[in-house]
């Protein structure tokens, strides 16, 4: 019964490669993000989906590309990875209530990527 | 300046102890606040929120002061469990509508016996 999932929960690649982290919420949320989490635990936001739409959208590199198939889903996919991308990414979700968000955001366990 | 800045610490205190975070924010726009938990190598959860009339949840006592832009938390009767990183949240969205929550750096505490 697991509200927010990631997979994987490790990921250790080679620069250059393309990867792909998985995020699922059974939270009935519609508006996902994506946060990375650098080596100095700050915790920045990179994307945010509302009912499969792009909402936020900060200065991540065009390499890295959220998808979002459906509102229980957002996908992050890298492509070319580089030693800077190394970090823990966590998903989180939310919802708007009554004509306000509730800022309560529930995250995902994370994603420890390493790349060497 | 950051948007939300925080002294990172570390704080060690004995258990049963008092410890005071503060923490303060650059958008005055900001319109919610929040406390959340990070335990080591686990994802962050929602301690508290904090409103402007101060609020306690058991141990917790969050205060926010919009003149000044600052937010504090208050651990009493600490105990080891409480060991763990405290991380200001501010939703700097201003007037939009859209969650966007600014996380600071933390404050770690660690409690000892």
């Known amino acids: 019964d697991t509200a927010v999932s990631q997979t994987p929960k490790y990921l250790v690649t080679q620069m250059g490669n393309d990867k792909s982290i998985k995020c699922e919420q059974n939270?009935?949320?519609?508006?996902m993000y994506w946060y990375k989490q650098d080596s100095k635990k700050f915790l920045k936001i990179m994307f945010s989906?509302?009912?499969?739409?792009?909402?936020i959208n900060e200065t991540v590199p065009n390499r890295f590309s959220p998808k979002s198939p459906d509102k229980a889903h957002l996908n992050l996919h890298i492509n070319s990875l580089e030693l800077g991308d190394s970090a823990v990414y966590f998903c989180?979700?939310?919802?708007?209530?009554?004509?306000?968000?509730?800022?309560?955001?529930?995250f995902g366990p994370g994603t420890r990527l390493t790349v060497l | 300046r950051k948007e939300v800045e925080q002294d990172p610490g570390p704080f060690n205190v004995p258990e049963g102890a008092t410890v005071a975070f503060n923490c303060t924010y650059s958008?005055?726009?900001?319109?919610?606040f929040f406390w959340y938990r990070q335990d080591c190598r686990k994802e962050p959860k929602l301690l508290m929120s904090?409103?402007?009339s101060g609020n306690e949840d058991g141990r917790f006592t969050a205060q926010l002061n919009r003149a000044s832009q600052y937010i504090s938390l208050l651990i009493r009767d600490s105990k080891l469990s409480d060991s763990a990183t405290y991380l200001c949240?501010?939703?700097?969205?201003?007037?939009?509508?859209?969650?966007?929550?600014?996380f600071g750096q933390g404050t770690i505490l660690t409690v000892h016996p």
């Open positions: 989180a979700s939310s919802q708007w209530v009554g004509g306000a968000w509730t800022d309560t955001q529930y």
């Open positions: 939270l009935g949320h519609d508006t």
């Open positions: 989906y509302n009912n499969k739409e792009l909402i």
């Open positions: 958008n005055s726009a900001s319109q919610s």
């Open positions: 904090v409103y402007s």
């Open positions: 949240v501010v939703n700097s969205a201003g007037g939009t509508s859209y969650g966007k929550l600014t």
